[in-house]
C-alpha cells in the first residue's frame, strides 16, 4: 500500500497563491496516478488534477489556467501550484492516489487531507 502526507494549506486572500505537496511512500511503484481532490462544507469531493505515472494531466474545468500539477518523481512528491485562488476554492485538499498495476485499479487511496481557506 501507499501512505499520503500532505502539506501546504492555509489561508490566502482572493487572487493570491498557495502550493501543496503531497510525500507518497510504501508501494510507490504501484501507482497508477496521484494528484487532488476537494471537498468544500456540505458538498461532494470532486477532482481538481490528476497525472498519470506516464505525464497525462487532468484538471477540473474550474482550475484549468490556475493550478499546475507536478511531480517529483525522486522524491515521489506531487505537488498543486495554485494560482488567482478564489474564495470559491476554499475546501479541504485531499493527495489522492491510484494505487494498481499496469493501469488497472486495485484501490483509491487518500491522505488526511489540508485545508485552503481563501478570504475575500
Known amino acids: 500500500q501507499v501512505q499520503l502526507v500532505e502539506s501546504g494549506g492555509g489561508l490566502v486572500q482572493a487572487g493570491g497563491s498557495l502550493r501543496l505537496s503531497c510525500v507518497a511512500s510504501?508501494?510507490?511503484?504501484?501507482?497508477?496516478?496521484i494528484g487532488w481532490y476537494r471537498q468544500a462544507p456540505g458538498k461532494q469531493r470532486d477532482l481538481v488534477a490528476t497525472?498519470?505515472?506516464?505525464?497525462?494531466?487532468n484538471y477540473a474545468d474550474s482550475v484549468k489556467g490556475r493550478f499546475t500539477i507536478s511531480t517529483d518523481n525522486a522524491d515521489n512528491r506531487v505537488f498543486l501550484q495554485m494560482n488567482s485562488l478564489k474564495t470559491e476554492d476554499t475546501a479541504v485538499y485531499y493527495c489522492?492516489?491510484?494505487?494498481?498495476?499496469?493501469?488497472?485499479?486495485?484501490?483509491?487511496?487518500w491522505g488526511q487531507g489540508t485545508q485552503v481557506t481563501v478570504s475575500s
Open positions: 489522492y492516489v491510484d494505487y494498481g498495476r499496469n493501469g488497472a485499479t486495485w484501490s483509491h487511496i
Open positions: 510504501g508501494s510507490t511503484a504501484r501507482i497508477n496516478a
Open positions: 497525472i498519470s505515472r506516464g505525464g497525462s494531466t
